[in-house]
């Protein structure tokens, strides 16, 4: 963790930790002593309980966000030599499933407010080989659907950070119809471990995909034929009985979340307007009515001011744990070298990607914590 200089019984306050409880402990034992781990009851409860909390007529439950990513761009139809919009300011994964179908991430730049992929942008990148738009609902804002569907090509969500998220014209993120991809990796709103689901209004479309999750073999197959490509993409009957837990916790893990953004508001607002730090834009900030399923909490370094990574060292220094979050993807080694990025293509991601830190963010963390992180901060920038 490399919090040495600090004596060893000071607390250090972690980025993230998950909320789990005997509950959930309950429903693991339940599946171990049922002798289903996979393939079992668990997974169809899971995926109609997350479809009815999001507003979608479907969900699949896959083994992760990154593999939702993949088969959703399958679903509709992207292949070899297409190109798909999609948000340089986002995990790596967003731009890694395309390149998993050998068609073409296609950056454009964000929308400095909301830091999602900018729709006129978006609009501007497209050719006559886009066919798909890969928007992300980065750190839990809902991107501006509205304006990416009235492009006219068929849009995935990357929802992985936007469990909780409401648009502005009325749907839950992921109840849109288009394919919605989530993720339960340990630090997300709710968590199987490591999981994904994707909803969609699209019956066909989910018969694809429970497919392709499971090898290529439809339902009513023998276990060993198979009428198509498919990969293994199932989430365990484990993981499913985890997630149908957190579903019932999702409220108060959320609202965990808001109480802990708004103490940082407050706690940070000094140096939001006598340091210039960059905090995360409030609900509403692009179109009234947009709300966020906090995801994390990110702030920016001023462009005046010891530089990001000293800060994220300062911290850690004083017992925070931070991290850089996120890093611009087309400025990643394996995109520079096999695309031909370089500095400079998207001003506004980089200025943001460079500055941005995660500060520590979870449900049940405690207004001291909060004031310690505030404190710590206040300090290293002066
Ligand atoms: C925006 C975004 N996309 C995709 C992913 C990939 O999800 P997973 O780690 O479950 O594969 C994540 C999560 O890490 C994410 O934050």
Not at 207 to 235: C, K, T, V
Not at 264 to 280: D, F, K, N, S, V
Not at 307 to 312: A, E, L
Request: proline residues 7%; negative net charge.
């Amino acid at each position: 963790m490399g919090a040495s200089s600090l004596p060893a019984d000071t607390d250090v306050v972690p980025l993230a930790q998950p909320v789990l409880g005997v509950e959930e402990e309950q429903a693991v034992i339940e599946v171990l002593r049922s002798g289903q781990l996979s393939l079992g009851p668990r997974v169809p409860a899971f995926e109609e309980a997350f479809a009815m909390r999001v507003g979608a007529a479907h969900a699949s439950a896959v083994s992760s966000g990154t593999s939702g990513l993949h088969l959703a761009l399958r679903a509709v139809g992207v292949k070899e030599g297409d190109e798909v919009i999609t948000s340089p300011f986002s995990f790596v994964a967003s731009a890694n499933a395309p390149v998993f179908e050998r068609a073409r991430p296609v950056f454009a730049d964000v929308d400095p407010v909301t830091l999602n992929l900018d729709p006129a942008a978006a609009a501007a990148a497209i050719t006559e080989r886009t066919t798909a738009l890969l928007p992300v609902h980065i750190f839990g804002y809902p991107a501006d659907l509205p304006a990416f569907e009235a492009l006219g090509l068929p849009v995935v969500e990357d929802a992985c950070e936007g469990l909780g998220a409401r648009h502005h014209d009325g749907p839950a993120v992921g109840g849109r119809g288009n394919p919605a991809v989530f993720g339960f990796y340990a630090n997300k709103q709710m968590t199987t471990g490591e999981g994904g689901m994707i909803t969609l209004g699209d019956e066909a479309m989910k018969a694809r995909i429970d497919s392709e999750r499971n090898q290529g073999r439809a339902p009513d197959m023998g276990w060993l034929d198979h009428d198509r490509l498919g990969f293994n993409y199932r989430l365990s009957d484990i993981a499913c009985a985890i997630g149908s837990v957190q579903l019932t916790r999702l409220d108060d893990l959320l609202a965990g979340r808001a109480r802990v953004a708004a103490l940082y508001r407050e706690a940070l607002a000094g140096l939001a307007t006598q340091r210039g730090l960059g905090l995360p834009c409030e609900d509403g900030a692009r179109h009234a009515g947009d709300v966020r399923g906090w995801f994390v909490f990110v702030v920016q370094v001023p462009r005046e001011g010891p530089p990001r990574d000293d800060v994220i060292r300062a911290l850690r220094d004083r017992g925070v744990q931070s991290k850089p979050y996120l890093p611009a993807i087309h400025l990643m080694s394996f995109y520079r070298e096999t695309f031909g990025h370089r500095e400079g293509e998207f001003p506004v991601c980089e200025d943001v990607a460079a500055r941005s830190v995660a500060l520590p963010f979870f449900p049940h963390m405690r207004e001291d914590q909060v004031a310690r992180v505030a404190a710590a901060l206040g300090e290293i920038l002066g």
